[in-house]
């Protein structure tokens, strides 16, 4: 069974930075791609950004190249979402998610068949 479980959010004040981790599970694609979603209640799921898996490729969307960064410890199967310059409207729930995947990775949520629970992002003001 695939699992994946978000960790490393929280309260953190403008300006700030977190690192948030995505512990994989019973993953057995031989390619496949993780990518970090958002979403605001009320408002629709973003996309952030992705990275594969066993190619290390990895997309940012270019709203958050400058603050945000993908990356991977293959030998833990964890992801990271590094944010820094935190703002207030960076406050949401923050997903990852997996999926079998050849190519080049996108954060299309609809392309994504197995999620996390997400870990709450809370910026201050």
């Known amino acids: 069974e695939v699992q994946l479980v978000e960790s490393g959010g929280g309260l953190v004040q403008t300006g700030g930075s977190l690192r948030l981790s995505c512990s994989l599970s019973?993953?057995?694609?031989?390619?496949?791609?993780v990518g970090w979603f958002r979403q605001v209640p009320g408002k629709e799921r973003e996309g952030l950004g992705c990275i594969k898996s066993p190619d290390s490729h990895r997309y940012i969307k270019d709203s958050w190249k400058d603050r945000f960064t993908v990356s991977s410890d293959d030998a833990k199967k964890t992801i990271y979402l590094q944010m820094n310059n935190l703002k207030p409207e960076d406050t949401a729930d923050y997903f990852c998610?997996?999926?079998?995947?050849?190519?080049?990775?996108?954060?299309?949520?609809?392309?994504?068949?197995?999620w996390g629970k997400g870990t709450l992002v809370t910026v201050s003001s």
């Open positions: 019973g993953v057995t694609f031989d390619e496949y791609a």
């Open positions: 998610a997996t999926s079998w995947w050849s190519g080049p990775c996108l954060p299309l949520d609809h392309q994504y068949d197995y």
